[in-house]
């Protein structure tokens, strides 16, 4: 058997139709940019993340570029941010001249550790970027108030957990803003590169659209040295042919990682992901620990099961970021996960027989019979 990793096929083949229709409609239209179906999107995905105001963008990159930059965040601020997470976040951050300040996680849950931001804060931290990283939310509680008695801002990057909650509240809807991707495999994919903000600040929604459209807000009045950083017509037609659909997706992935829990509970050699009782997971990714990951990957790649490592380096071990100059060993938890973490296949239509496969796969690696 051969278990992929993602299986988008499987997601797009009921709606093959209605995507082919979509893009019939904007062919028809032959309007591209700014039009009805950028409209349409950004006020579904608005009332979907709870929030007042969505702005569609060119990424998830953009999109924090763009959240940040509304708020300012410039030469001389520091944003704080997770030290295991994609590299955007902190891309997003240099590109505007500030500087990423990192924070180690928590062990059980691989987010933001609040002690550590705790002692992160300063003077100069403009913003607090909470991931919510594999799809669990952050403790959106305990970072909003550390943030707030400090005077950041806090941006979520919410890239991951489209649909996930903290104390029965959407993330997307704690920060002052919020930045998610469409990247196609992420929990709500579109069929090429786009993003989105939201926020319930007016202003900084206005901020945000004019950002992201080359400093304008009316055509030929360029109020800003903006940049081009628009979701376009076709993306924003197929993503809402998908937004129906998202929460029975993110159900769909918390049946596959209960039944993944069921399977993998007796093998004492992988710790499982952990939920905290405040938040909920949509399991954008289905992450395990093992002191044996590199082995156990190699093997589960012998085996027909693909695998993959989020992320195989924190964010300060890139050669991107030595300017950063932290030691080995400055984010324990962090480098940690960076050599245990291993991404077991996970999506909607990840079938019984398939995951069945992947655990005995993994109990024959650890030499169990089953
Ligand atoms: C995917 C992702 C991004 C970037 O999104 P793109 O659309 O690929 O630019 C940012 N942060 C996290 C945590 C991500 O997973």
Request: charged share 20%; glycine share 8%; hydrophobic share 40%.
């Amino acid at each position: 058997m051969r278990v992929p990793f993602l299986n988008l096929e499987r997601l797009h083949a009921d709606l093959d139709a209605e995507l082919s229709e979509a893009f019939s409609k904007v062919l028809a239209k032959q309007a591209f940019i700014k039009g009805s179906e950028v409209d349409g999107f950004e006020r579904e995905f608005a009332t979907w993340t709870t929030s007042d105001f969505a702005i569609g963008t060119s990424n998830g990159l953009d999109a924090l570029t763009l959240a940040l930059r509304s708020l300012n965040v410039g030469p001389g601020d520091q944003v704080v941010m997770p030290a295991n997470t994609f590299i955007a976040t902190a891309l997003a951050v240099s590109q505007l001249g500030a500087q990423p300040v990192l924070v180690d996680v928590c062990p059980d849950t691989a987010l933001m550790n609040p002690v550590k931001l705790h002692d992160a804060l300063g003077p100069s931290t403009k913003v607090v970027v909470p991931v919510h990283l594999y799809g669990q939310a952050c403790g959106m509680t305990s970072i909003s108030e550390l943030a707030r008695a400090c005077g950041a801002s806090i941006v979520e990057d919410n890239a991951q957990a489209q649909g996930a909650s903290w104390d029965g509240k959407f993330t997307g809807s704690w920060g002052d803003l919020s930045a998610t991707s469409f990247y196609p495999g992420k929990n709500l994919g579109a069929l090429g590169d786009a993003g989105a903000v939201t926020t319930s600040q007016r202003h900084l929604a206005q901020k945000v659209r004019e950002l992201g459209n080359y400093g304008s807000l009316e055509k030929y009045n360029h109020t800003s040295k903006g940049a081009n950083m628009r979701l376009d017509e076709l993306q924003a037609a197929f993503l809402r042919v998908k937004l129906p659909h998202l929460h029975r997706w993110n159900e769909m992935r918390q049946t596959v990682a209960a039944r993944y829990g069921e399977l993998l509970s007796d093998v004492a050699e992988i710790t499982l992901p952990w939920t905290d009782p405040e938040a909920t997971h949509v399991y954008h990714l289905y992450v395990v620990v093992t002191p044996k990951r590199d082995e156990l990957a190699s093997w589960l790649d012998a085996c027909g099961v693909s695998t993959l490592v989020h992320y195989p380096k924190c964010i300060h071990e890139h050669k991107a970021y030595q300017e950063l100059n932290h030691m080995a060993g400055g984010f324990p938890v962090s480098e940690r996960l960076a050599r245990q973490s291993l991404s077991l296949p996970m999506h909607p239509f990840l079938t019984s027989s398939e995951q069945e496969y992947v655990a005995e796969s993994i109990k024959r690696f650890f030499g169990r019979q089953s």
